[in-house]
């Protein structure tokens, strides 16, 4: 497979303390979609895989599904529930 376009992913919560960074960037297909940027992004970072259901993704600040399609130089935020009080 090769990897011609890099995506921006935004790390919070237990997703950052996993990777232990705000970010990552990460190399996929020009016709990759968020499902394939997570699929390399948990072989980046295995803590971050178990996280990964809960969490809800942005593309470009807006939600987004598994399939959407993602384009180059792109930013995928992986965002985790939310609880407070």
Known sequence: MTFSMEVDVLLFAAA????????IRIAVPDSACAQDVLNEL???IPGIDPLIPSCR???DQTYAS?????????????????SGG
């Open 16 to 23: 950052r303390e996993a990777a232990g960074k705000n970010s």
């Open 42 to 44: 948990a072989k980046k």
């Open 57 to 59: 993704l942005a593309i």
């Open 66 to 82: 598994a399939d959407a399609p993602v384009h180059c130089d792109c930013e995928l935020a992986l965002i985790p529930p939310v």
